[in-house]
């Protein structure tokens, strides 16, 4: 009934920033959150693209306070709700849920609190909103003009194509057919232009504003290491990097999941481990654990991640490659939603290429299926072997230009490198002049010119290439033959023992029209901290310590009495703001950024407390 009369255009932009300022307790927008706010708030619909931890959220929150009635949030994981909805309470805003974890009688009290304009947000699962019965209360709130907006999140779930596909999602489409009044704004992190146009379509959203944020995510740091003994690296990286900090760390296999986070635990590193072969119950309880408390180490199969809205995750590792850029991206995108330093660690090793392409060749796929899944593979070989920076690397898949960012370990400590052109040519004909046959230790043993019984039984010793790399140490040689599988100039054959045998790759640099450059490993520790001195962002570096673990401690006891996630209470970066800043006054809490009224009222006098007791 309202189709044909347009929103009235209130000044909302100043409205806007005083909900910002009392509600959430900020100072001010970020990036394009005022121009989505301002646009849904008028009335239109909206499909935005922000990375994880941009600020998606307040984009439709803050809309949903702006307009008369309730605002339907869709959203499609359970526990994500739980905490959203959480967090809103927390902050004084009439906030619920309706999902399949209630019993019937909390589901009635808050359809009654719904039906009767007693909510701001409701937040559903896509199989309720399409229920007769929930589709009826719509109908009945839009009759009465309370109908607010509808905020569709994670929107990619409606994309077929991506690992996250959602049926359910898709019969949103008849939300603008039954609504055509009612604004919408579909939110998600995914990147990629083909999943992009894909929401629009199947959402009906083609004609909505698109509002696409930078995928850069300046505050977290990239560093790729090679795998020597990546558990102790792991080990050493925690230590040294994040002790005590909260992070997951990502293996291919569920063995290696188990026994990663039990050799951390042995370590005195506090981990969990989770993946599908876990019992509901055991993965849940875990899940639960990771959110709720300070500094718990999730260590997963790709199954954990999706909708982990944990804020202040402070570093993702990568015990093993991931399958592609995206997934690396999305997976590392879960550090550092806070804004704060986090890190994203990978160990990679030209071994775990040539495990990946074999299961790619081994697989029962089709033609094009592994020709695309190589096509992804050497992409991100591409980033693990570059020596130049990673962030421009990474924003250049997206495309996006960057310039050198400063917080990566090729920028902070360039990789040297050495010029092997030599040494590959010598390598590739050794393996010609062998025939094909043998793998690199044989091989090795020959450019070295070592008289072992393998070699003089196959009269070895007499062919050209014999001893023409005594100038090399067999660790040398080693990476050698590494990089050249891992680029692809020399293929494995593992029916044969692992045999090398050259491919059509490995011409040009046959024919010398090409060169062959490695990196050389760095050297460790030392240069690693140097590079943490340079961190202002760091936790808690630089800020004063005995008052911020009071803060967190007194933070964790407050969550667990409330029941809910310590960062539903505060975040870290307020905790860290208080630690500085030091207020003695309900006036200089104000001030601080995350402390909106109605926070300042439940825990003001708890926290000025403590600061005042703490030297
Ligand atoms: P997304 O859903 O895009 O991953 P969130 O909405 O969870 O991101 O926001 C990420 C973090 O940034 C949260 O911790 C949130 O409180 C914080 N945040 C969002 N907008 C602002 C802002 N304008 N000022 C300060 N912090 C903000
Ligand atoms: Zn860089």
Known sequence: MFADTPSPPPATGGRAQQVLAHVFGYSAFRGEQQAIVEHVAAGSDALVLMPTGGGKSLCYQIPALLREGTAIVVSPLIALM????????????????????????????????????????????????????????????????????????????????GHDFRPEYLQLSILPERYPAIPRIALTATADRQTREEIARRLNLTHARRFISS????NIRYTIVDKDDPRRQLLAFIREECPGQAGIVYCLSRRKVEETAAWLCEHGVNA?????????????????????EDGLVMVATIAFGMGIDKPDVRFVAHLDLPRSIEGYYQETGRAGRDGLAAQAWMAWGAQDVVQQRRMIDESEASEE?????????????????????????????????????????????????????????????????????????????????????????????DITTFGIGSELDEKRWRTVFRQLVARELVAVDHER???????????????????????????????????????????????????????????????????????????DATLREIAIARPRSQGELAGISGIGDRKREAYGDAILEIVATTG
């Open 369 to 461: 299926f592994k020709r695309l899944a190589r096509n992804r593979l050497e992409v991100l070989v591409g980033l693990v072997e570059a020596t130049t920076c990673r962030r421009q690397h990474l924003l250049a898949y997206f495309g996006e230009d960057s310039a050198p960012c400063g917080n990566c370990d090729n920028c902070l400590s360039p990789p040297q490198t050495w010029d092997a052109t030599e040494a590959a040519r010598k390598a590739l004909s050794c393996v010609y002049r062998t025939g094909q046959r043998y793998g690199a230790g044989h091989l090795i043993d020959v450019l070295r010119g070592e008289l072992t019984d393998k070699v003089v039984e196959r009269g070895h010793q």
């Open 82 to 161: 739980q905490d959203q909805v959480s967090a809103l309470v927390e902050a004084g805003v009439r906030a619920a849920f309706l999902n399949s974890s209630q019993d019937a009688d909390t589901a009635r009290a808050v359809e009654r609190a719904a039906y009767v304009g007693e909510l701001d947000l409701l937040y559903v699962a896509p199989e309720r909103l399409m229920t007769p019965r929930f589709l009826d209360q719509l109908d009945h709130l839009r009759d009465t003009g309370r109908l607010a907006l509808f905020a569709i999140d994670e929107a990619h779930c409606v994309s077929q194509w």
């Open 272 to 292: 969990l481990p989770y993946h599908a072969g876990m019992t509901q119950e055991l993965r849940a309880g875990h899940q639960t654990r990771f959110l709720r």
């Open 497 to 571: 023992y692992n045999a090398l045998r050259l491919t059509d790759a490995a011409r040009p640099l046959l024919r010398g029209e090409t060169g062959f450059h490695l990196r050389l490993e760095r050297e460790r520790s030392r240069s690693r901290s140097r590079r943490r001195a340079a961190t202002p962002m760091d936790i808690p570096g630089g800020i004063p310590t005995t008052l911020f673990d009071r803060l967190r401690a007194w933070r964790a006891a407050t969550a667990k009495e409330r029941n809910v996630p310590a960062y539903v209470v505060f975040q």
């Open 215 to 218: 995928f850069d995510r300046p």
